[in-house]
């Protein structure tokens, strides 16, 4: 069987639809890791959850930063942005199942060799420290405390990891890793400002893939969530999100070979 791991689809579901065409033809039906950011942006975000959802096994995805925003918007924790486009989603009337699905989906994948995180690894966390951490903040999600996790959810701080980070501290440090993650210091010190490509990072910051002594480095790292880096296919890194929003690509990596695939896409967002 063939796993294919996908950049973000932020709502693009006919774009989707293209990949999983050109994929099928590859030969038996696929599975798919999508790499999150499932929704939001993009013109068919409800279109895009279902799809999804109704995949049933035949689709993993992790939890990304426009997801978990959805999930504290339905809430009624955070209000909705101007540029969202979740409004087909909170008014449809599968809109609980969709929610608590959502919520179950794991921060953290490991699949033949490949981690499949929506944003970055923090470079003191091993493997297995990944995938514990990824946990403790799955259990809370899908737990009966769930929305008191998700008010307490936003903030930049604490900015460094500790293994003596308890309560929510440890659970917001945990979850920005996973879903916000694009510079960090050498110290592991995490940056939520700086959103350009790997080649503007201001003096003291380095893409969280780049810190010496990363201790992910001895596994294939695959992610999404920054599509002002692009398409990156290193031996231990794979970065995916191509920009299918922006009028980008939708990329698509078979870990089999690392074959890629891609399709063009419409243009749903401008910058700005």
């Known amino acids: 069987m063939s796993y294919f791991v996908v950049g973000d689809l932020q709502g693009c579901a006919a ?18 890791l999508l790499a999150g950011d499932l ?19 035949r689709a993993q995805s992790v939890l990304g930063n426009h997801d978990l925003h959805l999930l504290a918007v339905a809430c009624g924790i955070r209000p909705a942005h101007r540029d969202d486009t979740l409004d087909d989603i909170l008014n449809a009337p599968d809109r609980d199942e969709l929610i608590n699905w959502l919520r179950h989906r794991p921060l953290a994948i490991h ?66 890793a996973f879903t916000r993650l694009r510079f960090c210091q050498a110290d592991g010190t995490m940056d939520f400002a700086v959103k350009e490509g790997a080649a503007a990072a201001p003096e003291g910051l ?13 596994v294939t790292v695959v992610f999404g969530h920054w599509s ?36 063009p896409c419409p243009q749903a967002r401008r910058p700005g």
């Open 206 to 218: 380095m893409p969280w893939f780049e810190v010496p002594g990363r201790r992910t480095a001895d």
């Open 15 to 32: 774009s989707f639809a293209q990949l999983r065409q050109l994929l099928h033809q590859e030969g038996e039906p696929p599975r798919f």
């Open 228 to 263: 002002t880096l692009g398409l990156v296919m290193r031996p231990n890194l794979i970065a995916l999100d191509t920009g299918c929003v922006w009028g980008g690509k939708l990329s698509a990596v078979r870990l089999e070979d690392r074959a890629l695939f891609q399709v």
């Open 111 to 176: 699949e033949q060799g490949h981690l499949i995180v929506h944003a970055g690894v923090l470079p003191q966390w091993d493997l297995q420290q990944a995938l514990a951490l990824a946990s403790e903040v799955e259990t809370m999600l899908r737990s009966d405390r769930w929305m008191d996790f998700l008010r307490h959810m936003y903030g930049n701080q604490p900015d460094r990891w500790s293994d003596d980070l308890a309560g929510h501290d440890r659970l917001r440090c945990i979850i920005n």
């Open 39 to 57: 929704i939001n942006r993009g013109p068919q975000s409800l279109q895009t959850l279902r799809t999804v959802m109704q995949m049933g096994e």
